[in-house]
């Protein structure tokens, strides 16, 4: 069955840093999400992303983050001087169309230290 | 703005025990999506409900989209050990499918 992909599954880094979180979407969707969860909390939306643009984003996805869909198979989320309190665990989701469900990958841990 | 309501926030069962969990919101939902989570993990998607009033089964599972669009119910028969994680329910935020918004979760205990 497919399935999304993200890699790294943990990544530690240094405060100011620049981290890129990776996710390979399944491959018949078109469209694209990222969401965050803190340890304890509960899953909150960051971006969603349709026809290589950004679609709708939430007032966490500030100008230290970006998305990017560099080629047909990959989905990026990049946060370019990372802040403490960016840890939690990141996740990539895709949905075959722009409403139902949406699959989300295993995600990425973060670690800002 | 839309919030979803999740009770109860905890449960401690017997294995094989049935268990029902709920989601309700103050205001109206197009799509209900269940989820399950174990720890370290990611949302694994166990039921969608897209029509008022639908009744979904998968496997042991069995969801409903209340009649009223405010509200769904999950139910886990015959709990075994590995139902143990965290059940969320998540929808469209308002005006927008897919952007979606999530409950607090219900963290499931089964004693075997």
């Known amino acids: 069955e497919p399935e999304v992909t993200q890699t790294p599954s943990h990544q530690v880094t240094q405060m100011g840093q620049e981290v890129i979180l990776r996710c390979v979407p399944i491959?018949?969707?078109?469209?694209f999400y990222w969401y965050r969860q803190i340890l304890g909390q509960k899953v909150e939306f960051l971006v969603s992303?349709?026809?290589?643009?950004?679609?709708?984003k939430s007032e966490i996805f500030d100008d230290q983050f970006s998305v990017e869909r560099p080629d047909g198979s990959n989905f990026t989320l990049k946060i370019r001087s990372t802040k403490l309190e960016d840890s939690a665990m990141y996740f990539c989701?895709?949905?075959?169309?722009?409403?139902?469900?949406?699959?989300f990958g295993p995600g990425t841990r973060l670690l800002v230290l | 703005g839309q919030q979803l309501n999740q009770s109860p926030q905890s449960m401690f069962i017997q294995e094989g025990e049935d268990v029902s969990m709920n989601c309700t919101s103050s205001?109206?939902?197009?799509?209900w999506l269940w989820y399950k989570q174990d720890p370290g993990e990611g949302p694994v998607l166990l039921i969608a409900?897209?029509?008022a009033g639908e009744l979904t089964s998968n496997g042991r599972l069995t969801a409903q989209f209340g009649i009223t669009r405010k509200d769904s119910f999950l139910n886990i028969s015959a709990s075994i050990p590995s139902d143990v994680g965290i059940y969320f329910c998540?929808?469209?935020?308002?005006?927008?499918?897919?952007?979606?918004?999530w409950g607090l979760g219900t963290s499931l205990a089964v004693n075997p």
């Open positions: 989701a895709s949905s075959e169309g722009g409403t139902g469900a949406q699959y």
């Open positions: 491959s018949n969707h078109l469209y």
């Open positions: 992303f349709y026809n290589n643009e950004i679609s709708e």
């Open positions: 205001s109206i939902f197009n799509t």
């Open positions: 409900l897209y029509k």
């Open positions: 998540a929808g469209p935020y308002a005006g927008n499918n897919r952007k979606l918004i």
